[in-house]
T-cell receptor
Framework: GDSVTQMEGPVTLSEEAFLTINCTYT??????LFWYVQYPGEGLQLLLK?????DKGSNKGFEATYRKETTSFHLEKGSVQVSDSAVYFC????????????FGKGTKLSVIP | DAGITQSPRYKITETGRQVTLMCHQT?????MFWYRQDLGHGLRLIYY???????DKGEVPDGYVVSRSKTENFPLTLESATRSQTSVYFC???????????????FGPGTRLTVL
């Protein structure tokens, strides 16, 4: 079945450091890929998405590129802020019209001043 | 208020009691979902619904019951709560997409349930 593997946390960075959170997936066909973010005490929010190979999703300074050859969708940000402290989830759906999301286990990021 | 709401936000109950978690969305989205979030597991799908009166099991349905008599509501019932059901529960909704369309799921704020 489908699965998503993301790097274990927690990750602690200093403000303005570079962030990478690795995500790889296993799925048949051509899934859509997502990063969701969960701020403390809140529900999940979509951060960015990519629906086909080589697409780059971006939002709020975060980026991720859909790499089909390596089945990866790594999240990056050039300069993190304290306000980026949250749990980040990589997820996939099977594609067009698919209802179900398969999530990774989440990576907790803490950014210290 | 527009959006997706869950109630209660926090609940403490005892083993063997029945508990119902409520979810309400104002967008008239076709799909609704219940997930549970546990450390080391991420989010796992419990049940989902494609429309009113249509529900189906997800990855971890045992011990849970759902219903959907109205499009906007999707309650989750634990008929006889167990300690293993202590978790954070998230409801989500999504509009049905056309061919080639991706679909964002919108999440509620969650219900933290503790079963003693």
């Amino acid at each position: 079945g489908d699965s998503v593997t993301q790097m274990e946390g927690p990750v602690t960075l200093s403000e303005e450091a570079f962030l990478t959170i690795n995500c790889t997936y296993t799925a048949t066909g051509y899934p859509s890929l997502f990063w969701y973010v969960q701020y403390p005490g809140e529900g999940l929010q979509l951060l960015l998405k990519a629906t086909k190979a080589d697409d780059k999703g971006s939002n709020k300074g975060f980026e991720a590129t859909y790499r089909k050859e390596t089945t990866s969708f790594h999240l990056e940000k050039g300069s993190v802020q304290v306000s980026d402290s949250a749990v980040y989830f990589c997820a996939l759906s099977r594609g067009a019209g698919s209802y179900q999301l398969t999530f990774g286990k989440g990576t907790k990021l803490s950014v210290i001043p | 208020d527009a959006g997706i709401t869950q109630s209660p936000r926090y609940k403490i109950t005892e083993t063997g009691r029945q508990v119902t978690l409520m979810c309400h969305q104002t967008w008239s989205h076709s799909y609704m979902f219940w997930y549970r979030q546990d450390l080391g597991h991420g989010l796992r799908l419990i049940y989902y619904s494609a429309a009113a009166d249509i529900t189906d099991k997800g990855e971890v349905p045992d011990g849970y019951v759902v219903s959907r008599s109205k499009t906007e509501n999707f309650p989750l019932t634990l008929e006889s709560a167990t300690r293993s059901q202590t978790s954070v529960y998230f409801c989500a909704s999504m509009e049905r997409g056309g061919s080639g369309a991706w679909n964002e799921q919108f999440f509620g704020p969650g219900t933290r349930l503790t079963v003693l």
